[in-house]
């Protein structure tokens, strides 16, 4: 009888091994696209998105597959269950509809940009108190809504080139774009001037939540509903574990830094 229970045992044992290599062996389809320095294939890791989703991919014990492509591709892919999820992306309702989101892998931040020849840094509590100011917006965001409720002296442009290149001249006095990508298009812009802007504290709008990025998941692919609960639990752990700050860290160091 006690050999039957140790054979047992040992039968359970190797069996439950034999299933952690198979997953640590198993691959996951992931598409995504450009969005430096967000996502992008020429950037070290993939860029700081991609490097948080591959230490979670990892922490659940499989390797991440990454396929690039343009962003209505990567979408189409994700709907027809060719890959697990498509990232990074915002939830809305339409895509709520169709898809499921993982929890939030990264939070990116809108800041008004200035020119330092033409103002010093300001600090303000509501939008407001910027009523003196000039302010410059692409056609489309999503935050020309909130700059129009407020009141503001708007002058809009079709694309975030021509909004950098209003600052720099002083057609206006302040910018609203993404605190990293801002930089990014300022560098290529202005490389011998970049240190001349400069970046406000505060967020543009409130709702961090609307600047979350997800897995944009979809409802076809083998398992998904179970490999989203995986992901959302590594999500957890390596913020647990320290892991997660620690890429947030190495990226703003290098930030700060260039």
């Given amino acids: 009888m006690r050999k039957r229970i140790t054979r047992y045992f040992l ?10 290599n198979l997953s640590a062996d198993e691959e996951i389809q992931l598409a995504t696209g450009e969005w430096p ?11 700081i998105i991609s490097e948080i989703v591959t230490a979670v991919v990892h922490e659940m ?34 895509r709520e509809q169709v898809f499921d989101f993982s ?13 330092k020849p033409n103002m010093n840094k300001i600090y303000y509590e509501k939008m407001e108190e910027l009523k ?19 009141g503001l002296d708007i002058q809009q442009v079709n694309d975030q080139e021509q909004l950098v290149r209003l600052l720099k001249r002083g057609r206006v006095d302040l910018i609203p774009l993404d605190k990293e990508g801002g930089r990014i298009i300022l560098k290529a812009l202005y490389p011998k001037l ?8 505060q967020r543009v709008g409130i709702d961090e939540k609307k600047d979350a990025s997800h897995l944009l998941v979809s409802r076809h692919y083998p398992n998904a509903k179970e490999l989203t609960q995986g992901f ?19 990226y703003e160091s290098q930030s700060q830094s260039q």
Avoid: H
């Fill in 11 to 20: 039968c359970a044992f190797l069996c439950f091994s034999a299933a952690l």
């Fill in 37 to 47: 320095p967000y996502v992008s294939e020429a950037l070290e890791n993939f860029g």
């Fill in 61 to 94: 014990g499989m390797k991440p597959k990454y396929r690039f492509y343009p962003w209505s591709r990567a979408e189409k892919l994700t709907k027809e269950g060719v890959v697990f999820a498509a990232f990074p992306y915002a939830k809305n309702d339409l």
């Fill in 103 to 115: 929890d939030a892998i990264y939070t990116s931040k809108t800041v008004f940009f200035y020119y």
């Fill in 132 to 150: 003196p100011y000039k302010i410059g917006g692409a056609r489309g965001n999503s935050y020309m809504r909130l700059l129009e409720s407020a």
């Fill in 194 to 201: 970049y240190q001349n802007f400069g970046a406000l504290d």
């Fill in 232 to 250: 959302n639990e590594a999500l957890l752990r390596i913020k647990e574990k320290g892991i997660y700050q620690q890429i947030i860290d190495k």
